[in-house]
């Protein structure tokens, strides 16, 4: 008994010797910041907005970038193109037999989301950070443009969306009970976000040169005025075009070919713009399309090629100033580059022989190595030419015709293209609408315009594509393109399945669909 | 130093004096009259004993009156009163009367009959007849409710062992190892140990037993006792062996075949061919090109042992090298243990154990899969006129089907990795009575790997490019100790009542440190000497390193009494704090209980045959604290961002964190009984499992429309696993034969029994190929990761049938199918199919699986095979999403063409071919893919040769073979899938590399 007396008191002497311990117990997290602690001063606050900007054309080529390129390939104006691989998850988009859990569609959606809780968390924390009022209004306003800019970019692609509008919300567990919100709740948020960033942004004057590419009032002006544009609100539309146009903020590039050349990504007719540039330090700073949609033969992939189709249309206008600084040819030397004389198109791996000469860097132009993200450039969202569109199209819908035809004229004139001043009508309409797709030709516009387009209350898209489809008549019957009738392992009859019961909307990814536990219902069709 | 207080503490508390009035000498043998050194000679209650020496001797002052006790494993314990005699010859009896095995338990060890848990031992000879090079595929089979699942062929690959299934979600599911006490890093492999250094390993399998280990030990508990020297002459062992590991062939199609298939899939689409068949022969056969038909593997193994009275030596050194099946890939490892006993007194003892560990190994690419799926039209090698101007990193031809050419791989990988280890354990032993003992251990763990990778610049095609050749450099170092400060009492008292008390505090600290550096631009694409991070001349040079401390304070305390051998009782309690958890729930109380009955001590008991009837129950309560080192935090990320022609720096947030985060816990029941018959030749042995996991951790992906980046740490609920094992063994010895035969059947099943809110379905196993559906679901009072997806009902043998599958109102469920495509069941008859119709299709668990040993011996020559399988599981064949369609214009099995639904073969597994798939066949999960997984296996098979040779103990000659025969129905590659996560992973093959078949010869030589 005494030996358990003494063996207990042993172990009570062990216990108190290894009793304060908090040394030991105490070992926080090393290298990493908080987000409770992050906030604490200015450059913090800036730091944490230009992460929402990072989430505009994603990290890299494949979160958001590749879906708006696949985007374009799902219309008449380029093929999938890369016919040395294709690849179905690709190819099935761009011909409508669109297979709902593609990985662009999934990555699209989720990258834009964490773009808008980057924006939300920006929202709810900056108003508590010590900073002189006026940046923190700025700052504000900025995260406000680019939510409305992912929500815009969400609805034009998927339809109604689910809407979360603050950080507390994703706190709450009723977040995991959200479901779509109508397409018209979400262009009213848009609206909402657009105009609050319109009253606390600086125009781009008031930026400092290291500023540029901050979002600006005319951005979100311009933005609301396309808003406006895609849901037929005419007159609003026309009257926020023309409130940029008259800001004298912008003025069209005076030579077309300037726009995407490199260091002008700010240039006088950028609106918002994401800037590539080269510094090998760090990953991803440079642009990816150059590489992404490079020819197969000029160290490219080769992925949507421009079309014949489109080539047409710019012949049919004699519009070669832009034909030349859109569309590269197989065989021909290349625009603004005098070091290629015969361009290295690769038809028989490639569908259509032709490149998009917006997204080529010239030899001179590229770092060495020319590495995909390390491409100097500009990605261009909004410009003068297509907010003097949307002013020209809104007019013309608003019975202003005069104003349609006069701003139809502006950009026509830069490109050295006569107007015909007394088109009126539906000829005027088709003119506009022509000409929108000239000047933006291959700036990833092009379906949006044609599924929101309509002649006597049919998309537009369903009179191009599907069995009898303008495009796919011109492909299958008309077309007499020696590289596109000839490289048939992309076959000719691309966009005959499209169903506007079907295609008018993307599906939304069933990833979603599971994680919501069937929340989030499919669009219908997929 | 606080140990060395406590020393003094301890050795001040007692004063002794030693009555020294009588030498008394004599010598201890055994019952053939060979002498036994090492036995313990003690004057009863007194702390004055004695060991014999290697001749067995002993000499020892007593009282006159004194009574002398002595002692040694194995052998009864004999108590001899002195009367004042001056020579005392002993004779030890070998101890029959129960399995007298002595158990490692954690922080002691006790006789097989002192423990009422659920503890597996394996002694040492097992394991190093194995001639494996990881000890824990020498536990296959061997231990009732022990699995373990082979990570494919692979050199250096571990086995992952799991006890009693998996409690817990992530990753990590590996048991605790524990090494002569002290307890490993976590993550520690069984590569750590040599198995020839391994004397017994005692596997802790329910909570009872391993409660002592806290909440480190919610996957099991595996001790490790390593050798020890024994005093007498020297015994040098030399063990060598060489063997050969190859695959079997897979057959995929030939150029033709393939064409034949890429060509149908276009034809059946109305599209035109893609190729001419008279443009190519047979193609390239890429598996020639890849793999090499025979790896070599080599291990060779020395040892020494000895010692006199008061030091004792045990040493070995061993070296490990196995290639891969790759030109690129292997491992090598170098070992040694030097482990010492040091008799400082009669009272204290020191042990000090060092053990250094190099490895120098060649990551194995995972190619089998690449070698398959890419198409044999691809030749390996452009033609000499195209190699032009390319360096030797480019003059691989390009595939069209994105598959990047396996050749080419294995000519640009370049890794290299180098492991240091030591381990060194010390250990004192301070007796402060004969009864009551202290114990104080250090066990240190240093460890460096460095890795390097180069990359060559290369140039094979636009999307495979590397423009500039970089090279990555990281060092990792850890530091872990281990400090056990015990005291013990054990103590027999008035013969029947067995007392055995033990209390602790223990200290648990691993230290990680990390530095990384890259570097693009180096001077040669091929002088290796100038792949260093000092001779890069590019413009990109990065820097990563971070460093992490985790902690754990302990205290345990353990009692076991047991009443004249029929009735035990163990208890125990350890404390843990951890440093992982912030300090409102740092701590952890972890409990167990357990009781046994052995029946057959009971004097009402009396049977001829029975000798050994034992029941036994246990509970106890277990922790994980292995979780997300910053799961709770809110963590920023940084990025880079262009704004007016700079780069600048962008914030974000990286990780959402979950303030609310708790330890796993598991408790767990365990009810069984051991059975022994005509004098324990044949054995039995029962257990049956309830065990809860609680606050099961995940990381739980959110919807993505929340903006939460990755997945979060959270609680989602408790899984409930119940589970028979059961061991059944025969061991007879005739004249010249001996037989051993040991089955082993288990059966676990886990299911969901309750689930947080947010987390009412589980979903695992993301297939990107599948559209990113999760194709493994978990749902309340369901099995846990069952497989889901649409369920076929055959194929569409004509259009009638195309016609007729609609919804009650006429609705086509499936417009886009043609003759010749799957036919999915509309379960809710909406005539859409949609996630409403996704139905369970299987199940992972097995129904059972176990293991076979047979070991027999006929005079010179011995003879021993190992079989396991598992039995009643199904598997998620990922290959099958590929190689039975082209998707993507990846090559086929051969003989596709014959198992493809055409016109004239309608009853065809495998729906036609087509590219558009515009049915979605291999679009969408469906039970096309699930398949029974049930197989039986010759892990292991074993001759050996006894033959004589003047001047050695022992020599022995073996030829081995393992994974010789494989018996399944399963079509894929390998039936034993790797197992990920109870939830994500088990059951899902995504054909890593095989298991390869071993040939080994070997010699077995002792001196």
């Not at chain 2, 154990?353 to 452009?382: A, G, H, K, M, W």
Request: charged share 20%.
């Amino acid at each position: 008994m005494k030996k358990i007396v003494l063996f207990l008191t042993i172990i009570t002497a062990l216990v108190f010797v290894g009793c304060d311990k908090e040394d030991f117990l105490d070992q926080p997290v090393q290298g990493k910041q908080t987000l409770d602690d992050f906030f604490s001063n200015a450059q913090n606050a800036e730091n944490f907005i230009n992460g929402i900007y990072r989430k505009i054309n994603g990290e890299s080529w494949w979160q958001v970038n590749f879906q708006r390129q696949i985007n374009e390939m799902a219309t008449d104006d380029n093929w999938a193109g890369n016919t040395e691989q294709p690849r179905p998850d690709i190819f099935g988009i761009a011909q409508y037999n669109v297979f709902p859990g593609s990985t662009y569609f999934n990555s699209f959606w989720e990258s834009h989301y964490i773009g808008i809780t980057r924006a939300n968390i920006a929202l709810d924390r900056i108003p508590g950070v010590e900073i002189d009022l006026e940046k923190k209004e700025q700052y504000l306003g900025e995260a406000k443009f680019i939510r409305a800019f992912f929500y815009f970019d969400l609805v034009r692609n998927f339809g109604g969306v689910p809407i979360v509008s603050s950080y507390n919300e994703i706190l709450d567990p009723s977040i995991n009970d959200k479901t779509r919100a109508s397409v018209e709740d979400v262009y009213a948020f848009v609206e909402a976000d657009l105009k609050e960033a319109i009253g606390s942004l600086p125009r781009k004057s008031e930026y400092a040169p290291t500023d540029l590419g901050r979002a600006t009032k005319g951005a979100a002006q311009s933005l609301l005025a396309k808003v406006y544009l895609y849901q037929e609100k005419w007159d609003k539309a026309q009257t926020m075009a023309k409130t940029v146009m008259d800001s004298g903020e912008y003025a069209l590039e005076p030579d077309f070919a300037n726009l995407y050349k490199v260091g002008f990504a700010h240039g006088v007719e950028s609106i918002f713009a994401v800037e590539f540039i080269n510094n090998p330090t760090f990953s991803e700073v440079g642009g990816q399309f150059p590489i992404t949609n490079g020819s197969r033969g000029d160290r490219g992939w080769g992925w949507g090629s421009p079309t014949s189709d489109l080539e047409n249309a710019f012949l049919s206008e004699g519009d070669n100033i832009r034909l030349r600084s859109t569309i590269i040819k197989h065989g021909e030397p290349v625009f603004g580059d005098p070091e290629v004389s015969e361009f290295d198109g690769i038809p028989s791996e490639n569908k259509s022989g032709r490149t998009n000469r917006k997204y080529y860097t010239p030899l001179a132009d590229r770092p060495e190595p020319y590495a995909r993200g390390q491409i100097p450039g500009q990605y261009i969202h909004l410009r003068l030419a297509d907010v003097i569109l949307i002013h020209a199209e809104a007019a013309y819908f608003n019975d202003d015709e005069t104003s349609a035809r006069n701003s139809m004229k502006l950009v026509r004139d830069r490109v050295g293209l006569d107007t015909n001043m007394s088109l009126s009508g539906t000829a005027l309409r088709d003119a506009i609408w022509k000409e929108r797709r000239l000047e933006l030709a291959l700036e990833q516009q092009r379906l949006y315009d044609i599924r929101r387009q309509k002649i006597n209350g049919v998309p537009r898209i369903a009179l191009i594509l599907g069995p009898n489809g303008s495009f796919v008549k011109y492909n299958t019957e008309e077309s007499t393109d020696p590289f596109e009738t000839t490289n048939l392992k992309e076959s000719q009859d691309s966009g005959a399945l499209f169903d506007p019961n079907i295609h008018m909307l993307w599906p939304i990814p069933p990833e979603e669909i599971q994680l919501s536990r069937g929340n989030i219902k499919q669009n219908p069709g997929y | 130093m606080k140990q060395i207080i406590l020393i003094i503490l301890g050795v001040l508390s007692f004063s002794f004096t030693a009555e020294a009035q009588n030498i008394i000498e004599g010598t201890i043998t055994d019952s053939q009259g060979q002498p036994i050194p090492g036995v313990n000679v003690i004057e009863k209650n007194t702390v004055n004993g004695v060991a014999s020496d290697f001749d067995g001797n002993y000499t020892i002052s007593t009282r006159n009156n004194a009574i002398l006790v002595f002692s040694y494993i194995g052998y009864k314990t004999q108590e001899i009163s002195v009367n004042s005699r001056s020579k005392i010859p002993v004779i030890m009896v070998t101890d029959n009367a129960k399995l007298d095995e002595v158990v490692v338990i954690g922080y002691g060890s006790v006789e097989k009959d002192k423990i009422a848990t659920s503890i597996a031992s394996i002694d040492g000879e097992e394991i190093s007849k194995q001639v494996a090079s990881n000890a824990a595929e020498a536990l296959q089979g061997k231990a009732a409710g022990v699995q373990v699942l082979s990570s494919g062929g692979s050199p250096g690959a571990s086995p992952r062992i799991l006890v009693r299934g998996v409690t817990t979600i992530l990753g990590n599911s590996s048991p605790l190892i524990v090494v002569d006490g002290v307890l490993q890093p976590s993550g520690t492999s069984l590569n750590a140990v040599n198995p020839q250094d391994i004397s017994s390993m005692d596997i802790l399998k329910d909570a009872a037993a391993s409660a002592i280990y806290g909440s480190r030990a919610s996957n099991g508990v595996i001790l490790i006792t390593t050798k020890r020297g024994k005093s007498g002459k020297p015994v040098v062992n030399f063990d060598f062996n060489y063997g050969v590991q190859g695959w079997d062939r897979i057959a995929v199609a030939d150029a033709q075949e393939y064409i034949s298939v890429i060509n149908t899939r276009r034809i059946n689409d109305g599209t035109a061919p893609l190729y001419n068949p008279e443009d190519y022969g047979a193609g390239t056969d890429w598996w020639n090109e890849v793999v090499e038909d025979f790896a070599p593997v080599v291990n060779a193994n020395l040892r020494a042992s000895g010692g006199s009275e008061k030091i004792k030596y045990g040493a070995s050194v061993s070296f490990f090298d196995q290639q891969s099946n790759y030109n690129k890939g292997y491992y090598q490892r170098v070992t040694g243990r030097f482990n010492i006993d040091f008799e400082l007194s009669d009272r204290v003892t020191l042990k000090q154990d060092i053990s250094p560990r190099f490895e120098s190994y060649e990551n194995t690419p995972n190619l089998l899969f690449n070698t398959l799926r890419i198409d044999p039209l691809t030749p390996v090698y452009v033609s000499q006129s195209e190699r032009v101007g390319r360096n030797e990193y480019s003059i691989f031809g390009l595939s069209e089907n994105l598959v990047p050419n396996p050749v080419a791989q294995l000519a640009r990988q370049f890794t290299e990795n180098k492991f240091f280890g030591l381990f060194s354990n010390t250990q004192l032993n301070f007796k402060i009575t004969p009864d009551i003992t202290f114990t104080s251990q250090l066990g240190l763990n240093v460890t460096s790997l460095t890795w390097e990778v180069f990359n060559p610049e290369y140039f094979i095609g636009p999307n495979r490019q590397n423009e500039i050749n970089n090279y990555t450099k990281n060092v990792t170092q850890n530091f872990d100790y281990v400090v056990n400060n015990t005291i013990a009492f054990d103590k027999t008292i008035n013969k029947k009542h067995y007392l055995n008390l033990l209390g602790g505090i223990l200290f648990d600290s691993e230290n990680t440190n990390y530095l990384r550096g890259y570097a693009d631009g180096l001077p040669s694409n091929t002088d290796q000497n100038l792949w260093q991070l000092d001779a890069a001349e590019g413009e990109t040079i990065r820097a990563s390193g971070n460093q992490g401390t985790q902690n754990i304070l302990s205290g345990v305390f353990r009692t076991i009494y047991s009443y004249d051998r029929k009735y035990t009782i163990n208890a125990s309690v350890r404390v843990d704090q951890s440093s992982r958890f912030p300090k409102e729930n740092r701590i952890g109380i972890f409990s167990s209980a357990s009781f046994a009955w052995d029946v057959d001590s009971e004097d009402f008991f009396k049977s001829e045959t029975v000798n050994n009837l034992r029941l036994k129950i246990g509970i106890g309560e277990v922790g994980n604290q292995n979780i997300n080192r910053d799961g709770a935090d809110f963590t920023i990320g940084s990025d880079d961002y262009v704004l007016g022609g700079q780069r600048v720096v962008s914030n974000f947030l990286g990780q959402f964190g979950n303030p609310n985060l708790k330890w796993e816990t598991v408790k767990d029941k365990n009810f069984g009984f051991d059975l022994g018959v005509f004098n324990n030749e044949l054995t039995l042995s029962a257990e049956y499992y309830i065990k809860t996991s609680e606050d099961l951790l995940n990381q739980v992906e959110l919807p993505n429309y929340t903006g939460v980046p990755g997945t979060v740490a959270q609680n989602v609920g408790s899984v409930e696993s119940k589970g028979i094992d059961i061991a059944l063994g025969y061991n007879k010895k005739w004249n010249d034969f001996t037989l051993g035969l040991n089955l082993t059947v288990s059966s676990n099943e886990s299911k969901a029994v309750e689930l947080a809110p947010g987390n009412e379905l589980i979903l695992g196993q993301r297939r990107p190929t599948l559209g990113n559906r999760f194709v493994k679901i978990t749902e309340l009072g369901e099995v846990v990761g069952l497989f889901q997806g649409y369920k076929t009902d055959g194929i569409f043998q004509n259009q009638t049938e195309l016609n007729s599958h609609t919804s009650e109102n006429g609705k086509v469920v499936q417009p886009n199918a043609q003759v010749g495509d799957l036919r999915f069941v509309d379960q809710n008859g909406d005539g859409q199919l949609n996630d409403e119709d996704l139905v369970t299709l299987g199940n992972p668990f097995p129904d059972f699986f176990g293991g076979l040993n047979l070991n027999m011996q006929y005079k010179k020559i011995d003879l021993s095979m190992q079989w396991y399988g598992t039995f009643g599981n199904d598997v998620y064949n990922g290959n099958l999403e590929y190689i039975r369609a082209g998707t993507q214009n990846l090559n086929v099995l051969a003989g596709t063409t014959d198992v493809v639904w055409t016109p004239t073969n309608t009853d065809a597994k495998f729906p036609r071919l087509t590219e558009l798939d515009r049915n979605g066949n291999y679009k969408n999960p469906s039970d096309l893919f699930i398949e029974d997984g049930s197989y039986l296996r010759l892990r292991n098979i074993q001759l050996g040769y006894n033959f004589d040779v003047k001047g050695f103990q022992k020599c022995r000659f073996y030829v081995s073979g393992q994974n010789l025969i494989t018996i399944t129905d399963y079509s894929g590659f390998d039936p034993e899938v790797q197992s990920g996560g109870i939830i994500d992973g088990l059951g899902v093959d995504f054909g890593r590399n095989p298991v390869s078949k071993t040939y080994l010869l070997g010699l077995n030589l002792t001196l």
